[in-house]
């Protein structure tokens, strides 16, 4: 099985930048993706690391390192809109049998 | 393209009755999965499927059936609610790849077991 630990709650400015770290342990271990979910919302889909090093998609950025099973989103010239929950996921197996982590909320003030 | 789509919107059941929830997707995607989300949590895997005629229990599978007789519907049975079964529901559907994994996410059924 696998279990992933993220902060449970940061606050930022706009325009800051965010740093959400996410740690695993797992038996298995094919990548590690990351969800944006708003409140009432579903969760969508931000990006994946399925190597080691960065992947970056616009304004946000994911980190990824097999040897210390860790893993980290950063959000960059935060806008009000990015607040939300931010889940990493591990999978067990290429696209499916994903574990989430306990979520990280993101709270933007002006 | 709908994408997936979840019924009901909501639900509100009592203990012991049965329903099903509905999940349909049309971008033709082999994986198809079932998460629940309990207020301020992350997602749990109920069940997940690789293909039609293919199932396999997730994380909390108590209480829940599946069945996946074609390519793009997977509806989750309860069997006999509990007042623990009260969450909000997902239904997921992705491609298979060691490169790519996103998982896309039907608007959710909200479910109350009272």
């Known amino acids: 099985g696998q279990s992933l630990e993220q902060p449970s709650e940061v606050t930022a400015v706009e325009g800051a930048i965010v740093q959400i770290n996410c740690t695993y342990q797992t038996s298995g271990f094919y990548g590690l993706s990351w969800y944006q979910q708003h409140d009432g919302g579903a969760p969508t889909f931000l990006s994946y690391n399925a190597l080691d090093g960065l992947e970056e998609t616009g304004r946000f950025s994911s980190f990824l390192s097999r040897s210390d099973s860790y893993g980290y989103l950063l959000l960059q010239e935060l806008q009000m809109k990015d607040s939300a929950s931010y889940f990493c996921a591990g999978g067990e197996a290429a696209g499916n049998k994903l574990t989430f982590g306990g979520g990280t909320r993101v709270l933007v003030k002006p | 393209n709908a994408g997936v789509t979840q019924t009901p919107k909501f639900q509100v059941l009592k203990t012991g009755q049965s329903m099903t929830l509905q999940c349909a997707q049309d971008?033709?995607?082999?994986?198809m999965s079932w998460y629940r989300q309990d207020p301020g949590m992350g997602l749990r895997l109920i069940h997940y499927?690789?293909?039609?005629?293919?199932?396999d229990q997730g994380e909390v599978p108590n209480g829940y059936n599946v069945s996946r007789s074609t390519t793009e519907d997977f509806p989750l049975r309860l069997l006999s609610a509990a007042p623990s079964q009260t969450s909000v529901y997902f239904c997921a559907s992705s491609y298979p790849g060691l490169d790519y994994n996103e998982q896309f996410f039907g608007p959710g059924t909200r479910l109350t077991v009272l």
């Open positions: 499927s690789v293909g039609a005629g293919i199932t």
């Open positions: 971008m033709n995607h082999e994986y």
